[in-house]
């Protein structure tokens, strides 16, 4: 999402005396639509965007209510995607945007200074409430912030470098006051702000793959502790998440890190120090057990230890460490608290199931994830927890049966849907559940059930339209009725990303559509083919290629080296990235053939066979 310097001034100031003659009863043209898309949000957030084709469908309406006015605009379909509002006929003081007809996120002038000073994430688009006091565009403090969002502002901070960021979600002293804590208490937590630059600096550098681009993946906590008011501790009770584990996903690999404890003020939850790296507590939390408990804290420095070695991903070293990584969390397992055993018996799984995968069946493995799947199972049945080990489990057994020499995919497949759809008849609630309906519904493409796909993924699409799961599901669903009609395909070029280009440009030709990625391996074999047919029928055919690498440069080195054809575009994210999310693109290379007219002739189309379907469409 582009941000516009114009978006910090208000819409009065680009629109002059807009409200003021709304509210004085005058007749003023409608704005702009390109004028009005060319706000949007100072801060990160999801919101839709016509493209060049839908603009001259879209409409502005006026809005008179409560006093005010305004303007709405709305897509061909009739929902909204901006809405600019005056509470007092003079002046914008809310700026609000939509996501498929839904507002996601609103800036407001609570002041009258004609610059947004709160903003406030909705509906989909979350819960977080941010406040600017100096306008600057930068968020000062947070009035309202789930803990989930708490670890996403921390991955985003860590990521960009940005203390300040970080310094946002941080414990104030009037959160202290509000508290009423204890002077000792109180200043413990004062202390820790001391010298915050280089503990940030530190977790930095022993976060290796951190990029810019780095993926939240999930946080994981135990159950909030709510420790009673009482003398010398707070004048109000405590709300209180021990600990935070954040998983997240960097140059093709998961990281975690440690928020440390958090605590809610009101809507909003605060951390206390500044975050730690690794899958393991550090040991200097003084607030934790680790530090008391000289085996614990002998067992995560060995742990911690274990997770710095480099091991290959297959082979018996590979396994061995992963056997060895889960006999030291098995150990520490026994050590903590029953209340703490959550994220530490995960780990185990997550190691089990990766030995069982490094040695493609491995028995021992094999076994010991199954017996803690069994014992889960018995004294936890339907738990997140139990659900959690199953699916890793399943995951586990899934991938062995596809390396087996004479697999029978088909039969592999069959049975994979069959384990996924108890599994979320099971476990509906469990986290993983959105990711076993995805690939219920790719299965089920994959063995040529469409109507059963279509079914999976609109389930999922209602029932987790919050989730990236949710999105992607119904990217597939539009993906699956797609022939017959129009593709819309509009991102920034590969060459530059300042420039965004529309496949309405290739109009009058047929296009292939090719979604690629320079780590497949039979890239270089299709661009020759996609060359050989550009050849052939010149300014008739065009290819648009949508690149979903990890970076732009390793689509550009791609490109140069196979001397690919056609015009390239580039999306950050990757198969999680908006323009793969929009069709549901989960498989690469896809592949989609449209006719001259804009409208999508095969939605999987194959390259060995496209000649035989470009005679038709080009009559030739």
Sequence with gaps: MRTVPALRRGLAGALPGVCLLVAAGHALADPPIAKMLEYAPRHEVQVSTPSAAEQANCKVELVKE?????????????????????????????????????EVYREMDTTGAGKADQYRWLNTGGSKWGVDADRDGTIDTWKAISPEEVSQELLRALATRNVARMKALLI??????????????????????????????????????????ATWLHLETGAPQCVPAEPGVSKTDLVRHVRGTVLYESDRSNEWFQTGAMIQVGAAWRIIDAPTAGAVVDDDRKDLDIARNP?????????TARDKETVGATGTVAVKHHLGRADLLEQIVKEVKATERDPWIRQVADSLSAAVQAGAGDATATARLASLEKQLSQYMPGSTLTGYVVFRRMQADYSVQLTKDKVDF????????????????SYPK???????????????????????????????????????????????????????????VVGPLLSNPNTPYDIDQMRGKAVVVYYWASWNGQVGGDFKRLKSLT?????DLGVLT?????????????????????????????????????????????????????????????????????????KK
């Design 535 to 539: 050849d052939t029928y010149g300014r």
């Design 546 to 618: 949508v690149n979903l690498d990890q970076t732009p440069e390793e689509a550009r080195e791609s490109v140069r080296k196979h001397q690919a054809p056609g015009v390239h575009l580039y999306q950050k994210g990757g198969l999680d990235g908006k323009m793969a999310t929009q069709y549901g693109v989960m498989v690469l290379p896809s592949v989609f053939l449209v006719g001259k007219d804009g409208k999508v002739v095969n939605k999987a189309a194959q390259l060995g066979t496209l000649e035989d379907e470009l005679k038709k469409v080009l």
């Design 295 to 303: 085996r614990l804290q002998k067992l995560v420095e060995d742990l």
């Design 410 to 425: 088909n039969k592999v497949q069959k049975e994979w849907q069959d384990k996924l759809t108890g599994y979320v008849k």
């Design 172 to 213: 104030s002293d009037d959160d202290i006051r509000q508290l009423g804590l204890a002077p000792d208490y109180a200043e413990a937590l004062r202390e820790r702000r001391k010298d915050l630059k280089v503990r940030f600096d530190a977790v930095i550098a022993k976060l290796t793959k951190l990029s810019d681009k």
């Design 430 to 488: 469990a986290e993983d559940a959105p990711d076993a309906m995805l690939q219920l519904g790719m299965v089920c493409e994959f063995l040529g059930k469409e109507v059963e796909a279509k079914n999976w993924y609109g389930q999922l699409a209602k029932t987790h339209a919050d989730k990236p799961q949710g999105a992607k599901a119904a990217g597939a669903s539009k993906r699956l009725d797609l022939e017959g009609k129009t593709m819309n």
């Design 66 to 102: 409560g006093g005010g006015s305004g303007w709405a605009l709305k897509d061909p379909q009739g929902r909204l995607l901006r809405r600019f509002y005056s509470s007092n006929g003079r002046s914008v003081d809310s700026w609000s945007y939509y996501k498929d007809g839904v």
